[in-house]
């Protein structure tokens, strides 16, 4: 057995081992998850994706992630009718939720401006798309950190 194979061997289980945090993408555009993939993998995250709020939402009952990251803008249904159903969920209504899109700039997102009733409480952060790493990872640690806590 050579000594590159022993290392992804050891790599692979290093990686069972740690307790990576799960991490869900839910959005219409392909390019995006898998640069998003990509930025959460080489971070220490072990991402999960869906293309579709509804696919998104049986992901989440599987998987059970530590974040769910969705855009607003998918057909069918958007990213805002899934985090309303998401919050109303018991079962996941302690999950944080990042919204990501580039309807909006960060500063200028109103939350009760899509979702006007109160019972749904906003999500935990917004960034806009184009999405910098450096923001959207500096988000990602802080929501799944074992200190942050749910308003």
């Not at 990686?15 to 998850?33: A, G, S, Y």
């Not at 899509?114 to 019972?119: I, P, R």
Request: charged share 30%; net charge negative.
């Amino acid at each position: 057995m050579s000594f590159c194979l022993l290392w992804v061997i050891w790599i692979k289980i290093g990686r069972i081992w740690m307790t990576e945090k799960k991490v869900l993408i839910i959005d219409d555009e392909p390019d995006v998850i898998s640069y998003l993939t990509v930025v959460l993998e080489s971070n220490g995250f072990r991402p999960y994706s869906a293309t579709t709020a509804e696919n998104g939402f049986n992901l989440a009952v599987e998987v059970e992630p530590d974040l769910i990251c969705v855009d607003i803008m998918m057909p069918q249904e958007s990213g805002l009718s899934l985090f309303v159903k998401l919050r109303r969920e018991s079962k996941f209504s302690d999950i944080p939720v990042l919204i990501i899109s580039g309807l909006e700039q960060e500063q200028d997102f109103d939350f009760r401006k899509f979702v006007d009733s109160e019972d749904v409480s906003p999500p935990d952060l917004y960034i806009e798309k184009p999405i910098k790493v450096e923001r959207f990872i500096e988000a990602v640690r802080k929501l799944t950190s074992s200190t942050h806590v749910k308003k």
